[in-house]
Each structure stands twice: as C-alpha cells, then as structure tokens.
C-alpha cells in the first residue's frame, strides 16, 4: 500500500468508530402486545435466540447522514460523468424507471401473493416478455435469470438438455467460444459440464473461419458468441458460421450483452441463433454495478426438440414465464413444465430492474430504440476517428472498420516506447475527473482500453475524453516516471495491484477494520 492509499482511507472513520455509548439516531419502540403474542406463537427455539446485545454502531441521525453522504463524495458514476466501461454499457438511468420501481404498487408486492392480486404486474412483465422476445427476434422469453452470466449458465443447461432430450449428449460435449470472448462465456460453459474449446480472430476482427471449420465436428453441443464482437465489430461471417454449427445438430448461443450495438436494425434470432440473453442493466438502462441488481432475460426460439413427443425449445425454459389466458382474461405463471432445466432462483426474476428496463423501453418506443443504437455507433465511430492518428495509441482488428457500441484502443505503442501502461493512462483519467474504460480487454488486445460511451454522453464530453487522453500521451513522452504516480486528484491513490487482489489482504477497507479492531490502532 503506498502512502496516499493508505491516508486517505486510514482518515476515514467506519461507521463504528464514530458516536459514542447511548447515542441514538432512532429508538424501536418497544413491541406491542401484539408482536409479542405473535412471536410467542411462532415459538423462535431458546437455542437459536440471541444471548448478547448486537454490537451496532451507536450515532446520531446527522452522524449517519454525514458519513454516509462523504462515502458517496469518495465514489463515482453515471451521475457523476461519463463511465465509458467497455462491455457494460453504463448508460444513464432515467429517473423515471426509479419511479415506476419504487412505486408501492409495485415495491410492496410480495412474490407468495395470490396471482388475482398481482394483475397489473403480471401484464407488464408479459408485455416485457414480448417486447424482448421481439427486440431479439425470438419466440418465447423468461424473465427468471438474474443477470447476463446467469442467463449465460441457463443458456449452456438448455443447450445440455436439449441434446439429452435427443439422446447424444454423451457425444455432443463442446462449445465453441472466439477467444475475444467475455470471461463468464468459458465459465457458464463449463460450469454446465462442457468442454470450452477455442476459436482464434482474424486480423479483420471475425472469427477465423478456417480454424473454426476444423474444431466443429461430431462433439459439437453448440457455439457461444457475442456478435458485436468485443472488439464492437459485427461479426460478417454469422450467415456461415450459423449454417456450420447447425449442420453438425449444434445449437447457437447469443450473449446479449453487446445489444446495444444493433437493436432495432437486426436481431440475433435473424441471424439464427437459437438463444439468447438480453442484460437489462446494459440495454435497457437500469442501475448497474453498485446500484443493485440485474435482469437476465433469456429468449429461445421455436426449434423442436423432439418432435414425436412434442417438445420445443421453449418446454426447456426455466423459472416462472407469464402466459396469459385469454378466456378468463388473467395473467398467470407457469412454473417449470416436465422438459424444463427447472428454477435457477427464487421466484419469477428481479423485478424491479425488469419494471425499468420495460420503462425504458416504453419511453423511447421501437423508433426510440433505434435512435439509440444510431447515436451510441455515432459516438463511438466519431471517438475513433479522433483517436486514429494519436501518438502512443493503435487501434488493432480490422483498424479501417466501423464499429458498433465500442471500440477497442491499445496503448501498447506508448507502453514500448515510454513504459507507460494502459493502467497508468486509466489512472490519469482518474485524475482529470473521468472514469477510466474497460481495461486489459478483451485478453487478445495488449494494453486494451476498451471504451464505450453509450447513447447517453454527448459530443462535448466525447472530445473532452480524447484529447485527456492524447494529453496523457503528450506527458508521458515528456516524462515517462510521472504517469506513474497517478491519480493524484482522488480520495483513494495508487493501489498496490498485487496486494489488492490478493485473497490474503482481503478488500482494503475490510483489512484495515480488522486491522484496527484487532490492534485498536494502526500496526
Ligand atoms: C457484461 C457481460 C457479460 C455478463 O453479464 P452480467 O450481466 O454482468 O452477468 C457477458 N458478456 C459480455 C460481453 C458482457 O459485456
């Protein structure tokens, strides 16, 4: 840990150094008789009640506040200023998405409730249903999964038992997945039981067509792309790739997470894959990393599965899917029938990301939708154009291609000439007020600085972003040990990487508590 790290955060009290014995920001009121009889009834065992008083902070209301507003003033996010993390597409989160979700209609509904009672939920999570499965072009949708690499996972099981269902899956054991691949791809992979084998990009930045011929074959159980690629480029072999991985009984699997690129102009279930999940935090603009959780979506086609006994892809989903039944006119949902991979969670998916997600896509409406793939592929296509000729970057795979949501710049120039790193040019936005992008991927770009800006930054920002970084280039040629002391502007410096990744050192504020509670002061 280097000085300023350690100032910065060593300053900074935790929530139980601060107040002092008897100090109350509220008082519980005692239970009522009611609550006691009700307690009584339930009977919670001698054995599993409590013996010693909780040990919480004891603070005032104003201490509370105060603190908790400071931590926030330490943070950074799309409130804040651009976050152009490639890959997660940080778009801003309307206010009115907070509105709808945060409603007691909505917030106040218990997920035992009776289906009468629920109504007005159930038909919008059914009309989300179809506006997904139409944004992707496939035929049926749960909204069950929690997130992309859950959705990816529940992808990789139906892939699974679709060829167990039809009597090969002792045979079909790989999916194939491009080396440009996003981490949780190999992982969902293998966590449902295949073996991942990898394909290699060409230099043009699509799948090396020659390779991927000679791994498909008999074990094919499926393929596994994002298209946009990583790299924002739109893979322009898809039509024959489909056609091969097909051809050998392989199913294809859309990760989603790159929507952002191509709604409203094409869909993955056009260009034949078979499922796909739609990340609701990225796409659909609700809050995403620290600001609670996400959605998985996961849509399939119509394919059959085994036509003597009736089954399509669509028996296979998991979780809880609402249908609606026309006769009674009422929504209802369908728990998980005999062919399904069955729940993946509890309930029928996080529905207040779902409930912004369909607010989003019911402000902007289908023509809305396409404005913002227009204006995120303008924003990144006008970024690199003002990046192609700035000293110390290179922009490698396919350099004279458009690209869709991102692109993917490499400081490795500046690195060989001056030892400057992508992670030293990522601490430097820091300090001129920006977040840094995506850094060190995709793993086949070196020192990657993969940058998106969604629909949501404007032109002026856009600039702003560029020529930091070109002023970042500048400094370094000019004194190459400088960059190295970046930031400087922030609460928290320059973290050693080793130590903080390290499972030993825990994350750094987690230490230093058990550090000060331990030894009471600084060792
Ligand atoms: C974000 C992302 C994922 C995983 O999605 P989560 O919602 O974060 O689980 C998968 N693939 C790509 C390309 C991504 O950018």
């Given amino acids: 840990m280097n000085n300023s790290f350690k100032q910065a955060y060593w300053d900074e009290p935790l929530i139980f150094e601060l107040g002092s014995r008897g100090r109350r920001g ?5 239970p009522g008789e009611d609550v006691k009889r009700a307690v009584g009834e339930i009977g919670i065992p001698e054995r ?4 010693k008083k909780p040990q ?29 993390l490639g890959s997660c597409t940080m778009k801003y989160n309307p206010r009115l998405g907070w509105e709808v979700v945060s409603d007691r209609r909505v917030s106040w509904i218990h997920p035992l409730q009776d289906e009468d009672t629920i109504q007005g939920l159930l038909e919008l999570l059914y009309n989300l249903q179809r506006w997904l499965a139409n944004i992707v072009g496939m035929d049926k949708c749960t909204l069950h999964p929690a997130a992309g690499a859950h959705g990816e996972l529940t992808g990789m099981l139906i892939t699974r038992k679709y060829h167990v269902l039809r009597g090969q899956i002792g045979v079909k054991r790989e999916i194939i997945i491009p080396d440009s691949a996003h981490g949780t791809n190999p992982a969902s992979a293998s966590m449902a039981g295949f073996t991942v084998v990898e394909v ?10 020659d390779a991927l011929r000679s791994v498909v074959g008999d074990s094919t159980a499926g393929l596994m792309i994002t298209n946009p690629s990583t790299l924002g480029l739109f893979e322009e072999n898809i039509g024959e790739i489909v056609e091969l991985i097909h051809g050998v009984d392989g199913l294809l699997y859309y990760d989603g997470a790159n929507l952002n690129g191509i709604m409203g102009y094409t869909r993955p279930g056009d260009m034949g894959f078979d499922i796909a999940h739609i990340n609701i935090h990225k796409t659909f603009g ?7 959780p996400g959605a998985g979506p996961v849509c399939v086609k119509d394919r059959i599965v085994d036509d003597e006994r009736g089954i399509r892809l669509g028996d296979l989903l998991p979780g809880y899917i609402v249908e609606y039944d026309e006769d009674r006119d009422r929504y209802y949902l369908k728990g998980p029938g005999e062919y399904s991979i069955g729940l993946l969670k509890a309930f029928f998916g996080n529905t207040g990301p779902l409930l912004w997600g369909l607010t989003y896509i019911l402000m902007l409406g289908s023509r809305g939708l396409r404005m913002v793939t227009e204006q995120a592929v303008l924003n990144t296509n006008y970024f690199k154009k003002l990046m192609e000729d700035a000293r110390g970057y290179d922009i490698p795979y396919g350099r004279g291609r458009w ?9 490795k120039p500046l ?29 086949i770009v070196e020192e990657a600085l993969m940058t998106e800006f969604t629909e949501s930054e404007k032109l002026e920002n856009i600039e702003k972003y560029a020529d930091i970084l070109k002023r970042i ?23 050693d990487e080793v130590k903080a990744n390290h499972p030993k050192t825990l994350a750094p504020t987690w230490r230093i508590y058990l550090m000060k509670s331990k030894h009471g002061e600084e060792k």
């Fill in 473 to 495: 280039a500048d400094t370094a040629y000019r004194d190459p040990e400088e960059p190295h002391k970046w930031p400087r502007n922030t609460s928290v410096g320059r973290i």
């Fill in 403 to 411: 690209r869709k949501h991102e692109v993917v710049l490499s400081a």
């Fill in 56 to 84: 919480l902070p004891e603070v005032s209301e104003v201490e509370v506040t105060r603190h908790y507003t400071r931590l926030t003033e330490m943070s950074y996010g799309v409130d804040n200023g651009p976050v152009p």
């Fill in 415 to 443: 690195y060989d000439e001056t030892g400057v790193s992508a992670l030293d040019v990522a601490k430097g936005l820091l300090d001129h007020g920006f977040y840094a992008p995506t850094i060190y991927f995709p793993l």
């Fill in 200 to 209: 290699p990009s060409s230099s043009d930045g699509n799948i090396d067509l």
């Fill in 26 to 30: 509220y008082i519980v009121p005692e």
């Fill in 48 to 51: 599993i009640r409590r013996k």
């Fill in 286 to 292: 609700s809050p995403h990393g620290g600001g609670g």
